[in-house]
């Protein structure tokens, strides 16, 4: 980043600053939450044809308070250390907001995923994994994966198959990595979880009228206006949830190619065949193309929803922002200092940290599943099932009535992974928001959203070092 700007990761050190002044914490535990405890910066060649590529590689682990370390592996042309160190101190406070027991960490390889063949890219994914685990940066206790911009199940079950060849006999060994394919030790949700604790964010943030009042807005998630920049793993998921399950509007797309916009409504399933056969999201029938990319994100909507990488919302175009609400899908979408053009402008800035959270929660789901050897589900669904069914037929007894057999069906129903994943992912976004708020309607000298949820992490992760009596 350019010296007018500050780095990503002096972006979250100054959000950290400006929170920590709120916690009365003593000053040394303050910078021990906030140093990166390992970096690992590595080099390594890679023969792709005939030439061999030196790949620029990191691993990062943020804070070793809770362990193993957890967080994604992104594959992208703008890797550096500096990103790498921001997106592991994230997920360290990521965790303690939804109250998953790890510690933040974050990989990052400097490729460009698209310039490489699969069969290059799972080369250059299998030597990155060996690399860890010769200095012992991975493992179901010491550190653990996951997908993040630019990888998904595809690499994961690389890393799962690379680590399993070295640690074979490892009885965990599968919890090394999560967001694997479902056949591979996966869980099922995983993929769309972060879209869907998107959703679920928003649905309880836009729930309380005072709050949206403020906004100039009627409270529910029902016909709010959308706007989705990055239409990948998390972007797509998040407004598609949206749509089906909040009957929210989507006007406007911003991609890689450009942006389009449409007043009544982007139908996102045709959508995804126009680009899948064009190529491209524009020249969508129906919709308008805009003349920049970055123009999608100063469209008139309640909601816009940040979802493609760090550093989107400058002081040089905040100042031009219209949304009610952003959602910080994505890590680090508002540099630091443009926050403060958005707060002023009485802009709901919800914060990544938290909001972003749903991809680790159930990657914390699929590694328990993993470490107890079973699939969510399998003990109680039978027993539940049957439990209703006695039930209805009692109730049908006493009153000598018929219960219908969809109805039945409907009520009976044991829970499968997937309805425990989704209610463990709800309960998670929805409790996670309410402390949050709690702390911003307390402590009248905050004035955001981001440094309510900092102040929830630094309670809870100092609370962590006071109770092991390193901080007494
Ligand atoms: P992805 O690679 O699946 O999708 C990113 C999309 O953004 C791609 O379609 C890409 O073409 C698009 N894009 C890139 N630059 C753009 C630009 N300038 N304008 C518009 N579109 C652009 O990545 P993802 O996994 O969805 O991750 C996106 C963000 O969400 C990242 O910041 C990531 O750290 C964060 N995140 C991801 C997860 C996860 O579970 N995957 C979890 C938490 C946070």
């Known amino acids: 980043m350019s010296s007018k700007h500050p780095s990503f990761f ?48 990191y691993r990062v682990q943020h804070s070793h308070h809770r362990l193993p ?51 290059d890219l799972q080369k250059i994914t ?28 595809r690499e994961m079950a690389w890393i799962l198959d690379t680590y399993q060849t070295f640690k074979n006999g490892e009885i965990d060994s599968a919890g090394c990595v999560t967001g694997k394919p479902v056949n591979q030790h996966g869980i099922n ?62 006007i406007g797309v911003s991609e890689y190619e450009g942006a389009i916009y449409k007043e009544d409504g982007l139908d996102l399933d045709a959508l995804m065949k126009h680009r899948k056969k064009t190529g491209s999201i524009l020249d969508f029938p129906g919709a308008k193309n805009l003349k920049k990319r970055e123009d999608a994100l100063e469209l008139e909507c309640d909601i816009l929803v940040p979802a ?41 800035v919800i914060p990544d940290m938290y909001i972003n959270a749903g991809g680790v929660t159930v990657s914390y789901f699929e590694w328990l599943k993993n470490l107890s050897h079973m699939r969510f589900g399998r003990m109680q669904k039978r027993f539940d099932h049957n439990t209703y069914m006695n039930l209805m037929t009692t109730v ?18 044991g829970a499968e992974e997937i309805d425990l994943v989704n209610s463990g992912l709800e309960e998670t976004m929805v409790y996670a928001y309410q402390e949050i708020r709690q702390i911003f309607k307390k402590k009248k000298d905050i004035k955001d959203l981001r440094t309510a949820a900092f102040v929830s992490a630094l309670n809870k992760i100092s609370s962590d070092y006071m109770t092991l009596g390193i901080f007494p």
Do not use: W
């Not at 939450?33 to 390594?44: D, E, G, L, T």
């Not at 219209?322 to 994505?330: N, Q």
């Not at 049908?396 to 129903?413: F, H, S, Y």
């Open 10 to 57: 002096q972006s979250v050190e100054r959000n950290f600053d400006k929170a920590a002044i709120h916690t009365g914490l003593p000053k040394g535990l303050l910078e021990q939450i906030k140093v990166c405890n390992a970096v690992y910066q590595m080099r390594f060649p890679v023969k792709i044809g005939k030439d061999y590529h030196v790949i620029e590689a």
């Open 69 to 119: 370390t957890k967080g994604g592996i992104r594959y992208s042309m703008a890797v550096n250390q500096d990103e790498v160190m921001a997106l592991a101190a994230l997920m360290t406070y990521k965790c303690a907001i939804v109250d998953v027991p790890f510690g933040g960490a974050k990989g990052g390889l400097k490729i460009d995923p698209r310039s490489y063949k699969e069969a």
């Open 126 to 153: 299998r030597r990155y994994t060996t690399e860890l685990i010769r200095k012992n940066f991975i493992g179901p206790g010491i550190d653990v994966p996951a997908p993040d911009y630019g990888t998904g199940s």
């Open 189 to 250: 949700g995983r993929t769309e979880a972060t879209g869907r604790g998107v959703f679920y964010s928003l649905r309880e943030v836009v729930s309380y009228k005072e709050d949206m009042a403020k906004l100039g807005l009627t409270p529910g998630i029902a016909g709010k206006t959308m706007v989705v920049q990055g239409l990948g793993n998390v972007g797509y998921y998040a407004a598609k949830i949206s749509i089906e399950e909040g009957d929210v509007k989507l």
């Open 308 to 348: 493609a990488l760090e550093n989107q919302i400058t002081k040089e175009n905040a100042p031009r922002i219209k949304a009610k609400i952003i959602a910080e899908a994505a890590n680090g979408p508002v540099m630091a200092d443009a926050e403060d053009i958005l707060l002023k402008k009485g802009i709901m």
């Open 396 to 413: 049908e007894e006493m009153t000598g009535k018929k219960i219908g057999t969809k109805e039945k069906l409907l009520i009976t129903r």
